[in-house]
């Protein structure tokens, strides 16, 4: 499939694309269109239709052939914390079902798409965010599953042979660490980050290894002007190669902020006690994305691999992650924080931007890296 900046707005329409967080947000788009600036706020829809009274149970059959198998392999786009949470809770509702997780860096979604490439791949569950999810679905890299119990997902987040579906939203803010940049000096929005204090205490993904950084670039361009990004490109940022990485070292004190990461991804290591929170910014404005959910074409274990994502959305896996830090939108979810909700918050949402533009940003903006 040739690239094409408008192929995520063909295969979930825009205006239906953040139908799933419920009526108290707002929506405004940004990415493959009019910059955020002169995009019309627009109230979202509830979820899909109401779970059943009564779900469907776990067919003993699927439950048998995965026990049989054993074991399967997550590449999940989740904070470590959050993919051992739910790691350990998948294991407790399967015992002698062996869950393994790949960590490691870079990306897992990328170490998967690399690992195709290379004919290595291993993964049997994935989980993607946007812009990794489209290079799966050009590689013709995922299987069709449609798990169960799904109705409360709203049809534009998921694809309705399932190769893919929404798993949980990613809500972006700003980052700190609370020792080197306490609550009341750290930044109130993503604006105050180019504020020159920071200076040389900046931290993100490498943009040349994490597409969906640019993306998130690009989304500041449209939204705040290039002159923010060229003073936001002066501040000396020190790169990671993944955001797992970058929150290590935000949580070590290398870097005191981040300037767009994940909120549910700080959240994982507060609820942990580490010194790090993110920024309810002044403005109720916030970055947001998806992360998808497939199982791979060439997974070595298909029946564990369906059985764990039926479990990852029902009640008692997006419960888990939620426990965790993460911000599932199951209707009864309890989150860790109820900052983390997303009632009356004006969600920016990033749209995957093709190759070719990605690469003319980071042409253009190349004192990032100097």
Same mark, same amino acid.
């Given at each position: 499939?040739?690239?094409?900046?408008? $192929? $995520?707005?063909?295969?979930?329409?825009?205006?239906?694309?953040?139908?799933?967080?419920?009526?108290? =947000?707002?929506?405004?788009?940004?990415?493959?269109?009019?910059?955020?600036?002169?995009?019309?706020?627009?109230?979202?829809?509830?979820?899909?239709?109401?779970?059943?009274?009564?779900?469907?149970?776990?067919?003993?059959?699927?439950?048998?052939? !995965?026990?049989? &198998?054993?074991?399967?392999? *997550?590449?999940?786009?989740?904070? !470590?914390?959050?993919?051992?949470?739910? #790691?350990?809770?998948?294991?407790? &509702?399967?015992?002698?079902?062996?869950?393994?997780?790949?960590?490691?860096?870079?990306?897992?979604?990328?170490?998967?798409?690399?690992? *195709?490439?290379?004919?290595?791949?291993?993964?049997?569950?994935?989980?993607?965010?946007?812009?990794?999810? /489209?290079?799966?679905?050009?590689?013709?890299?995922?299987?069709?599953?449609?798990?169960?119990?799904?109705?409360?997902?709203?049809?534009?987040?998921?694809?309705?042979?399932?190769?893919?579906?929404?798993?949980?939203?990613?809500?972006?803010?700003?980052?700190?660490?609370?020792?080197?940049?306490?609550?009341? %000096?750290?930044?109130?929005?993503?604006?105050?980050?180019?504020?020159?204090?920071?200076?040389?205490?900046?931290?993100?993904?490498?943009?040349?290894?994490? !597409?969906?950084?640019?993306?998130?670039?690009?989304?500041?361009?449209?939204?705040?002007?290039?002159?923010?990004?060229?003073?936001?490109?002066?501040? #000396?940022?020190?790169?990671? +190669?993944?955001?797992?990485?970058?929150? +290590? =070292? *935000?949580?070590?004190?290398?870097?005191?902020?981040?300037?767009?990461?994940?909120?549910?991804?700080? %959240?994982?290591?507060?609820?942990?006690?580490? #010194?790090?929170? $993110?920024?309810?910014?002044?403005?109720?404005?916030?970055?947001?994305?998806? /992360?998808?959910?497939?199982?791979?074409?060439?997974?070595?274990?298909?029946?564990?691999?369906?059985?764990?994502?039926?479990?990852?959305?029902?009640?008692?896996?997006?419960?888990? %992650?939620?426990?965790?830090?993460?911000?599932? *939108?199951?209707?009864?979810?309890?989150?860790?924080?109820?900052?983390?909700?997303?009632?009356?918050?004006?969600?920016?949402?990033?749209?995957?931007?093709?190759?070719?533009?990605? /690469?003319?940003?980071?042409?253009?903006?190349? &004192?990032?890296?100097?």
């Amino acid at each position: 499939m040739a690239n094409d900046h408008n $192929w $995520w707005t063909r295969r979930i329409g825009r205006r239906r694309l953040l139908g799933v967080v419920g009526a108290g =947000a707002l929506l405004i788009s940004c990415g493959g269109g009019e910059p955020n600036t002169q995009a019309t706020a627009i109230s979202t829809r509830p979820p899909g239709t109401p779970q059943p009274a009564t779900p469907l149970p776990e067919p003993a059959t699927l439950i048998a052939a !995965a026990k049989a &198998e054993g074991k399967l392999t *997550l590449y999940p786009q989740l904070d !470590a914390s959050i993919a051992q949470a739910v #790691q350990t809770a998948f294991q407790k &509702e399967y015992p002698g079902i062996a869950l393994e997780l790949v960590l490691a860096p870079p990306a897992p979604p990328v170490t998967f798409l690399a690992d *195709l490439d290379k004919g290595t791949a291993r993964a049997d569950v994935v989980l993607f965010n946007d812009a990794s999810l /489209k290079a799966a679905i050009d590689r013709n890299a995922l299987a069709k599953y449609v798990p169960l119990n799904t109705e409360w997902i709203a049809s534009d987040l998921k694809e309705k042979d399932g190769l893919f579906i929404e798993s949980v939203p990613a809500i972006l803010s700003v980052a700190y660490n609370t020792t080197v940049a306490p609550k009341e %000096q750290a930044p109130k929005t993503v604006k105050e980050v180019v504020d020159t204090r920071w200076k040389g205490k900046l931290g993100l993904p490498d943009p040349r290894a994490n !597409a969906d950084i640019v993306d998130n670039l690009l989304a500041l361009e449209k939204a705040y002007g290039e002159a923010f990004v060229r003073q936001l490109a002066s501040q #000396q940022i020190r790169f990671f +190669d993944s955001a797992t990485s970058a929150r +290590d =070292a *935000l949580e070590s004190g290398e870097i005191a902020i981040i300037p767009l990461n994940s909120i549910a991804g700080v %959240q994982a290591r507060k609820v942990a006690g580490k #010194q790090v929170d $993110w920024v309810r910014t002044s403005d109720a404005s916030y970055f947001s994305t998806f /992360k998808f959910m497939g199982i791979a074409a060439t997974a070595p274990h298909p029946n564990a691999a369906k059985l764990f994502e039926d479990w990852f959305l029902s009640p008692a896996g997006m419960q888990a %992650q939620a426990d965790a830090g993460s911000i599932p *939108l199951k209707p009864g979810v309890k989150l860790a924080d109820p900052d983390q909700s997303t009632e009356g918050k004006k969600l920016v949402r990033v749209l995957p931007a093709s190759d070719a533009d990605r /690469k003319g940003f980071l042409e253009k903006y190349k &004192e990032f890296f100097a």
